[in-house]
């Protein structure tokens, strides 16, 4: 069993649509939550983090932790067709190898 | 701006063949990565250096080795290439903070073919 799983996906969702993306982990140890943005053919890049649980508001992106159920969420409201990417969500536990899930494609139509 | 450069957007090599895959920061940060992602898998954790000359395996070294001879610069080496390693080849780097999230700054990737 993976230490993180995620759905890959492919997402599919009309402009303006809230979206939900979620993983799962099983290493209790960790402390760090971060979702990252991956645009076809470039590098990832940090979108937010989380430190332990709870919940995190950045524009129109909500990063969300629930610790007790080994579960975060990345919810993104009013989505565009500039947020279609790959999420990946990745974790830690404040050491410095990051583990990442299998990323979320998403595609928001126009 | 940080700045992860790769050596090759874009490399194909034939089985059996020694590859270098290089990589290059510019923010004088003290840890280095090395991934490989392929579809359904995510990113992998092939090896990371914390410093000059130090290195740890990731989760699967199995196939290459590294060497990190200055601070900035990171190299990927597959010793004997084989069609299992193609894929993705994805550098990072991150400044050592201590406990922290330790963001991670990617270069573009190199896609890898062996053929």
């Known amino acids: 069993q993976k230490e993180v799983e995620q759905d890959p996906g492919p997402l599919s969702v009309p402009e303006g649509a809230i979206v939900s993306l979620n993983c799962t982990y099983s290493?209790?140890?960790?402390?760090?939550f971060m979702w990252y943005r991956q645009y076809s053919r470039k590098g990832p890049e940090l979108l937010m983090y989380t430190y332990s649980s709870g919940n995190k508001e950045d524009g129109r992106f909500t990063a969300q932790v629930d610790k007790s159920s080994k579960y975060i969420s990345l919810f993104i409201r009013d989505s565009q067709p500039s947020d279609s990417a790959t999420y990946l969500c990745?974790?830690?536990?404040?050491?410095?190898?990051?583990?990442f899930g299998s990323g979320t494609r998403l595609q928001v139509q126009p | 701006d940080v700045k992860v450069t790769q050596s090759s957007r874009y490399l194909v090599k034939r089985t059996g063949e020694k590859v270098f895959l290089e990589c290059v920061q510019d923010m004088d940060h003290e840890n280095m990565f090395w991934y490989r992602q392929d579809p359904g898998l995510g990113l992998r954790l092939i090896y990371f250096s914390y410093d000059v000359k130090m290195k740890e395996k990731g989760d699967i070294p199995e196939g290459y080795s590294v060497s990190r001879e200055k601070k900035e610069r990171f190299s990927l080496i597959l010793e004997s290439a084989s069609t299992n390693q193609t894929s993705m080849y994805l550098c990072?780097?991150?400044?050592?903070?201590?406990?922290?999230?330790?963001?991670?700054?990617f270069g573009p990737g190199t896609r890898l073919t062996v053929l």
């Open positions: 990072a780097s991150s400044q050592d903070g201590g406990r922290s999230y330790n963001e991670q700054f």
């Open positions: 990745a974790m830690n536990t404040g050491r410095r190898a990051l583990t």
């Open positions: 290493n209790s140890a960790f402390q760090y």
